[in-house]
Every structure is written in structure tokens, then in C-alpha cells.
């Protein structure tokens, strides 16, 4: 998961990460939020027939932020974790998918001692080496 935080400011610059904070401040989230360009893909950016429904990027990031306030709520209860696994549906060719979304909170960067959460997708980690 250090990679996240290790290459944040190359990635925001090539696009491979966003900075999201501002949707997630009126979903009640106050700690900086990035999302990796892949969940960002599958799951925010809206395809054609959502798009005639009126759904765009910042209301799709709304579902996405809904379930992760209740694991955050649900997790906190029971114990400390910096990685909590849920689920998140949105709209995809005209049905509903559930996808599974990693929240890891961390660092900013490797030299901030700013929090932060990344939201990615279980795709974005990279494979284990035997």
C-alpha cells in the first residue's frame, strides 16, 4: 500500500491518482480523498445512458462515499484497521454492479504526516511475486 502514498504527487501528475476532497467534504468526509485513475474508470465516470439520467462524476463519487462513512462507522466500533474492504454499486450499461473498493488511509506523501484515504479497487494492487 506505500506505493500510494510513495509516488502520490507523480501519479497525480500523470493522472494515474485524483484528488476528490471537495465531493467528499459534502459528504461529510473532512480528511483529504484521492481515488486511483482505475476506480475513477470503472466506477465514477458515468456511461452514456447514466449520463442521460443526469448522473455525472460527483454523484457517482456520492454512492461511493455512502458505503464507505457506514464501514468507517461500523469498523471504527470493533477495531483499528488503516485498510477497511466494502462494497459499492453504481450503474454500468444500464444495470446495477457491485464492485469491491479498498479504503486505505495513510500518509499524503511519504514526507507529510497529513492523513489522507485512497480509494481503490482491488485491481490497482500490484500482484504478489513467488
Do not use: H, W
Amino acid at each position: 500500500m506505500e506505493r500510494f502514498f510513495m509516488e502520490r504527487e507523480t501519479d497525480l501528475e500523470l493522472e494515474k491518482q485524483f484528488e476528490v476532497s471537495d465531493v467528499a467534504r459534502e459528504s461529510g468526509l473532512m480528511i483529504r480523498i484521492f481515488v486511483t485513475s482505475l476506480l475513477k474508470k470503472e466506477l465514477m465516470v458515468p456511461d452514456s445512458e447514466a449520463s442521460a439520467r443526469g448522473e455525472d462524476e460527483s454523484t457517482r463519487l456520492k454512492e461511493i462515499l455512502s458505503p464507505l462513512v457506514s464501514s468507517i462507522r461500523a469498523t471504527r466500533k470493533t477495531k483499528r484497521t488503516n485498510i477497511i474492504n466494502f462494497s459499492a454499486s453504481v450503474t454500468k450499461d444500464g444495470k446495477g454492479r457491485e464492485f469491491q473498493v479498498i479504503s486505505y488511509l495513510g500518509p499524503v506523501t511519504k514526507d507529510s504526516e497529513e492523513a489522507c484515504i485512497t480509494l481503490l479497487l482491488p485491481e490497482d494492487l500490484p500482484e504478489e511475486t513467488p
